[in-house]
């Protein structure tokens, strides 16, 4: 089925991602984003529909080459290329673009940036002070406390967190089951000092915050619906800041019981099946953490460092 303009490919494609490939709506946004910025540089003759069509080889390397010369990372040129070749594979397998203009089309690797992952040390005190800080019983302070133990003890997305119902959690065998990416479904462990968070949560914070709006969900906002990711990283910062900690993103907290697992003798394949990773090359990236934080040790304490 040919398609004429760039408008329906988009929408097409879109749909595609959302149904078949089962994306979340910010990885879908970010993939439409990226062709977005394709289509209006190949917009050269005011006609964005022919020009997404009709690109060429030729086209999609000017493109790469113009956004290297604006100083773009390595790793916005590593996404919009693959962005580019994810697309055009799939507008070539459903007969809408023939040839496929970005099949030979390469791109910069990512660059190689190591994760923020907090020490022990740290750890420790940012999730003792949401301990603390939830004994006034107020309903939002302890479900600040269960969201940062559970996002240390799981490593789970802040977007996995926001969507675990109270029937996903089970205290007794202290597990929790978790929507990843691609609605693929996870069973992560936790230990019990998030048990201790959850079960408090739900004896004396959640009760106060059910509302007539209120769903299954695990964790609430102050209206008693769904809790977001945006109160959860709000949560996260300022549990920094009165911890006196470095102020990071919840990914962070991800980053972290990664790093700390692989520290504490966990196989890379165990880790990978905790975070989700549907590829193990994501899951050894954080070998280098441990890597560096054992040299960086090393160089501090050894006299012939």
């Known amino acids: 089925m040919d398609i004429a303009t760039a408008s329906d490919l988009l929408r097409s494609y879109e749909g595609f991602l959302r149904h078949q490939r089962g994306l979340s709506g910010n990885t879908v946004r970010a993939y439409l984003g990226d062709l977005s910025h394709l289509t209006r540089h190949l917009d050269a003759d005011g006609d964005p529909d022919v020009a997404l069509t009709a690109a060429t080889l030729a086209d999609l390397r000017a493109w790469l080459a113009s956004m290297h010369a604006e100083g773009l ?10 962005a580019a070749r994810t697309f055009f594979g799939w507008a070539e397998e459903t007969g809408r673009i023939v040839p496929n203009p970005a099949l030979r089309l390469a791109s910069a690797r990512p660059a190689s940036t190591l994760p923020t992952v907090l020490s022990n040390a740290d750890v420790l005190a940012l999730l003792e002070l949401a301990g603390t800080r939830a004994d006034d019983g107020d309903p939002l302070h302890l479900r600040d406390w269960a969201a940062v133990e559970l996002l ?4 789970m997305r802040v977007g996995e967190l926001a969507g675990v119902e109270i029937g996903d959690v089970d205290l007794a065998q202290r597990l929790v089951r978790v929507m990843g990416k691609g609605g693929k479904e996870r069973m992560v ?16 914070g959640r009760p106060l915050l059910v509302s007539e709006s209120t769903d299954a969900a695990l964790l609430l906002g102050r209206r008693g619906q769904r809790v977001n990711q945006r109160q959860v990283r709000e949560a996260v910062h300022e549990l920094c800041r009165l911890a006196g900690v ?7 907290l991800r980053h972290t019981a990664a790093t700390h697992l692989l520290s504490g003798g966990s196989d890379l394949r165990s880790v990978q099946e905790v975070l989700g990773h549907a590829s193990l090359s994501t899951t050894q990236r954080y070998t280098h953490v441990t890597a560096e934080r054992l040299r960086a040790a090393y160089q501090l304490a050894h006299p012939r460092a």
């Open 152 to 155: 240390y003890a799981t490593g």
């Open 189 to 204: 462990p936790f230990g019990q000092p998030a048990a201790r968070a959850i079960e408090q949560w739900l004896e004396r």
């Open 246 to 252: 470095e102020e990071v993103a919840p990914h962070a």
């Open 73 to 82: 990372s390595r790793t916005t040129l590593a996404r919009r290329g693959a």
